[in-house]
Nanobody, 125 residues
């Protein structure tokens, strides 16, 4: 069983930055793609960003492209999400996830196998 723990969320003003971290309990995740998702109140969970096992290929939702950056440090079993130029519409609970079923990070949450508990990000205007 893989455990993922997110951290780094909080309350920030619009235009500011946050960096989320997702630490995995096992090194096996370093061989698999990982993704970040978010869920705002009253909305479905949506794909934010994803990366393949090496971190060399990254993928983003159009809404965050150019503002968010996903990266990973496999030596630390950790994936990061650097969020710049935050907007109130970025307010959500952010989750990290890992899939062992594919090479590329899916945009469909049902294709992920393990999830973290989430961390709240609130952006005030």
């Amino acid at each position: 069983q893989v455990h993922l723990v997110e951290s780094g969320g909080g309350l920030v003003q619009a235009g500011h930055s946050l960096r989320l971290s997702c630490a995995a309990s096992e090194g096996t995740v370093s061989r698999h793609p990982m993704g970040w998702f978010r869920q705002a109140p009253g909305k479905e969970r949506e794909f934010v960003a994803g990366t393949i096992w090496s971190g060399s290929n990254t993928y983003y939702a159009d809404s965050v492209k150019g503002r968010f950056t996903i990266s990973r440090d496999n030596a630390k079993n950790t994936v990061y999400l650097q969020m710049n130029s935050l907007k109130p519409e970025d307010t959500a609970v952010y989750y990290c996830a890992v899939t062992i079923r594919s090479f590329y990070p899916p945009r469909d949450e049902s294709e992920y196998d393990y999830w973290g508990q989430g961390t709240q990000v609130t952006v005030s205007s």
